[in-house]
């Protein structure tokens, strides 16, 4: 679809969150593609072997897989990982923090606790646990990044959105402030994306009644998280990206030659 350099992403290490399905699959994909060595996590066994499978066929690097479920992330697991990809790696150079889950849409006095508490673990307290984790391996590289995936109804509040909603606020914030404390500590380059309407299952199942066919492509993504993945990014610390706006402007920057 894009023709964009396709060595972008040699000799980095990316952890990519929500690996088997959607967003986070493309990406790992198209990392893969452009030359990463992948590390997939996610819950579903059967879909991360199917991601590794595309990616040992498109003949890229032998991707890994790490199962694990998010919901019950604790510190110790993710020090156990941190100390897998030390051991296998020696540094981590890209977190895309995708994963989430949508729990149901309806008012807040409704809302169930054991839900919220799933979403709110799901979609940020993992988020924190890993990137508290994996900090230490992010700065060992020299072009560190944490790309966090927003949503616009982390932005403006919409009703019956609930959790949901509400880890994504959170998300803004924990971005900001982390993208504060490495401003003059370490070569970690912190950004978020705002995917917009993408066609994917969560897409699906927020809108049932919607013509997928006027949603778009996860593929019209991937030159913006290409671009964040990779070297030309390094001035974008602390910046928020919308999925929906200039793919042509991030393809540009990273194509390569005809
Ligand atoms: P998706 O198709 O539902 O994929 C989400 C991925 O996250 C799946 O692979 C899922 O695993 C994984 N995941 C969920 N809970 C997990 C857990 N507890 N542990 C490990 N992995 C878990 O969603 P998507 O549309 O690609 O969304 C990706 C990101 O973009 C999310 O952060 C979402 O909030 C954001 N976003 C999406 C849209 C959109 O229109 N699609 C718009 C705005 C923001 P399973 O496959 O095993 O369930």
Redesign the pocket.
């Known amino acids: 679809m894009f023709n964009l350099r396709k060595d972008i992403l040699a000799n980095r290490v990316i952890l990519v969150?929500?690996?088997?399905?959607?967003?986070?699959?493309e990406a790992a994909v198209s990392f893969a593609e452009h030359g990463a060595q992948v590390i997939l996590?996610?819950?579903?066994i059967k879909?991360l072997e199917k991601v590794y499978d595309q990616i040992c066929q498109i003949g890229a690097q032998e991707p890994a897989i790490v199962q694990?479920?998010?919901?019950t992330l604790d510190e110790a697991t993710s020090e156990q990982l941190k100390e897998t990809i030390q051991d296998n790696y020696g540094k981590l150079d890209v977190l895309l923090h995708?994963?989430?889950?949508l729990g149901t849409r309806v008012p807040l006095e409704n809302y169930d606790s054991k839900e919220w508490a799933s979403v709110i673990q799901?979609?940020l307290t993992?988020v924190f646990v890993l990137t508290k984790a994996l900090l230490p391996l992010l700065k060992k590289s020299v072009d560190g990044r944490i790309i966090f995936?927003?949503?616009?109804v982390g932005k403006t509040p919409r009703a019956y959105w609930g959790a949901?909603s509400v880890s994504?606020f959170a998300l803004t914030g924990f971005a900001k402030i982390l993208s504060e404390e490495l401003e003059n500590t370490a070569k970690v380059v912190v950004t978020s994306v705002?995917?917009?309407?993408?066609r994917?299952?969560?897409?699906r199942s927020?809108y049932p009644g919607e013509d997928p066919r006027k949603?778009k492509n996860?593929k019209t993504l991937m030159p913006l998280y290409l671009y964040l993945a990779g070297p030309d990014s390094k001035h974008e610390h602390g910046k928020e990206f919308s999925g929906n706006q200039q793919t042509w402007d991030w393809a540009n920057r990273i194509k390569g030659p005809r």
């Open positions: 969150t929500g690996a088997g399905d959607g967003i986070g699959k996590l996610g819950r579903t879909k694990l479920d998010l919901e995708n994963a989430a889950i799901t979609n993992s995936t927003n949503s616009s949901y994504k705002n995917p917009g309407a993408t994917t299952s969560m897409r927020a949603i996860v």
